[in-house]
């Protein structure tokens, strides 16, 4: 079956919020699949009003699995909000992609967990003190040969 992807109908509004962004990261590591089975393994979410939002502590059941953080924030005045940086499981935490064309930000972060991860917690450092919502999904059977997930556009 072949998909089309449109990138302008997926990022062009925000207030449709991070689920297509999760569509079109998902699919940039399926088709490379070695087993051919994407599976979803740890979720865990958190809405705080901050500067640095954290995630409750989550393990993860096998190695070599994606982790995507999923983070959209509210917007106060000057600059528009960003995600400053992820960190959390002693993985180095990647930009995959930011929308933040209006006030606020969503954006998604990606790690790859080479061994499985025991009572971790991910921490998303915001440009503002404000509303701000965090999810971090894991996935096992993704291809992690990849250098890199990003919107080619």
Known sequence: MRCTINPARIFAKKRNGLLPLLGFALLSFIGGSASGAVTRDATVSSDQSTSAISTTPFSTTSGNELLLAFISTDYLSGSNTTVTGVTGGGLTWVLVRRTNLQSGTSEIWR???????????????????????????????????????????
Do not use: E, H, K
């Not at 061994?115 to 096992?140: D, E, K, Y």
């Open 111 to 153: 790690a790859f967990a080479t061994s499985p991860s025991n009572n971790v917690t991910v921490t998303a450092t915001i440009s503002q003190s404000l509303g701000c919502s965090l999810t971090v999904m894991s996935f096992a059977g993704v291809d992690t040969t990849g250098a890199s997930l990003y919107y080619r556009g």
